[in-house]
């Protein structure tokens, strides 16, 4: 164990914050998207039917030009919902990251109010903004009436997930080994609220004594 410096006790800022860096580097992890048997229809249909447009087409359209039409389209629609789809979960050091090729989603610890397991609350009927519905997973802004507005980047319904933040926002993920990661989250999100805490009540001792000795001093001047 390293010495503790001078002035550094047991309980202060700056031995709190060692023993957070120790804690939260044991808490980092990392959990790949897999997929459910429903996304690998979705996405395998999907892209065999795109296959077989130009077979589709080719006796109602005679045109080249406009067969290739219909195939841009597609590509571009799986190109931006690629780019979107989750493709892992990862715990760091500071918050919950939803893996995406662009814009990964990260969320502070201290921003999570409670995280659940709950592989029984997928619901089919639900508003969709916008996004996929099981090609390369579930991933969009929706709407139900149990969950209000939340955001959907799941890929298994079985590893169904729940964070709650304190903007009253709601994110559903599907990492590999739910319950680990659940236990992992909370336990992080604890450690951060315990450090929080911690140092909030020493910035108030030390404003407080250093009005005491502030005081102390004016009234000697007297």
Known sequence: MSPRKRGETEGSPASSSIVGVILMSELVYESKATYDGVTKIVTIGFIVLCGSLGVLLS???????????????????VVILFLYA????LLTDSGLVIKRPVGSIKIPYSEIVE???????????????WGSGGFLGFFSLCWDKKHGRHRVHITNRHNLVVVKTCGRETFMISPVNPEEFVERLNRACQIVKTLNERFHRQNLTNKLVFNCVNHSQNSSCY
């Open 115 to 129: 995280a659940h397991y709950r592989p029984g609350e997928w619901a089919w009927w639900r508003l969709r903004l």
């Open 59 to 77: 006796p109602i359209i005679q045109e080249p030009v406009l067969i290739l039409l219909p195939y841009l389209i597609l590509i571009a629609v």
């Open 86 to 89: 989750p493709l892992g979960f």
